[in-house]
């Protein structure tokens, strides 16, 4: 199975810093993959498909970059609404849909 | 719009089935799939199996091949996944998601709201 590994496990920030996540795959998974944020008692919204392609209606300070096995998102400027989990997810290798372990992201 | 509307909390006995049922409006049911996620008090999110809304077939992550069954009924645009022989550590909030297409695509737009099932002697 493809494992997924995410640094760091959490982050601590101030609002406006530039944030950034990384997501390791255990095999060349082409651009297949996902980015979501996850708020507490909430499921998980999709915020970037295909390693970099914004969800509609997502705010253009999320991105993400990487092809293979590193990927990277990034918030351009922490805004204080952005406290949550975020978690990369694979669908290259079916199955399972492996999900990264989760960056728990705090403002600091 | 889109809605997943997922049953209600759960309490069961290790040993004990428990089935979530996923209603679903706002699209052709028909037309995609729904994969199911799981997720323990505190911890990540783990995929335990897909079904196609078109036909019925199933794809089920090993570690839950022996123990879910996922089901839908057409008729009621309503996606089920029932999981038996509980133990405490299947303690978790469960979620459908909508996938992308009517086969496996792996992109989950659209989740319901979670149903938390509780397993306690």
């Known amino acids: 199975d493809i494992q997924l590994t995410q640094s760091p496990s959490s982050l601590s920030a101030s609002v406006g810093d530039r944030v950034t996540i990384a997501c390791q795959a255990s095999?060349?998974?082409?651009?297949?993959l996902n980015w979501y944020q996850q708020k507490p008692g909430k499921p998980p919204q999709l915020l970037i498909y295909?390693?970099?392609s914004l969800e509609p209606g997502v705010p253009s300070r999320f991105s993400g970059s990487g092809s293979g096995t590193d990927f990277t998102f990034t918030i351009s400027s922490l805004q204080p609404e952005d406290i949550a989990t975020y978690y990369c997810?694979?669908?290259?290798?079916?199955?399972?849909?492996?999900f990264g372990q989760g960056t728990k992201l705090e403002i600091k | 719009q889109v809605q997943l509307v997922q049953s209600g909390a759960e309490v069961k006995k290790p040993g004990a089935s428990v089935k979530v049922s996923c209603k679903a409006s706002?699209?052709?049911?028909?037309?995609?799939?729904i994969s199911w996620v799981r997720q323990a008090p505190g911890q990540g999110l783990e995929w335990m199996g897909w079904?196609?809304?078109?036909?019925?077939?199933?794809k089920y992550a090993q570690k839950f091949q022996d123990r879910v069954t996922m089901t839908t009924d057409t008729s009621t645009n309503t996606a089920y996944m029932q999981l038996r022989s509980l133990k405490s550590d299947d303690t978790a909030v469960y979620y459908c998601?909508?996938?992308?297409?009517?086969?496996?695509?792996?992109?989950?737009?659209?989740w319901g709201q979670g149903t938390l099932a509780t397993v306690s002697s």
């Open positions: 997810q694979q669908y290259d290798f079916l199955p399972p849909y492996a």
């Open positions: 095999q060349d998974i082409k651009n297949y």
């Open positions: 295909d390693a970099s």
């Open positions: 706002g699209y052709t049911f028909t037309s995609f799939g």
């Open positions: 079904i196609s809304g078109y036909n019925g077939k199933t």
């Open positions: 998601a909508r996938d992308d297409g009517r086969d496996m695509v792996g992109v989950f737009q659209h």
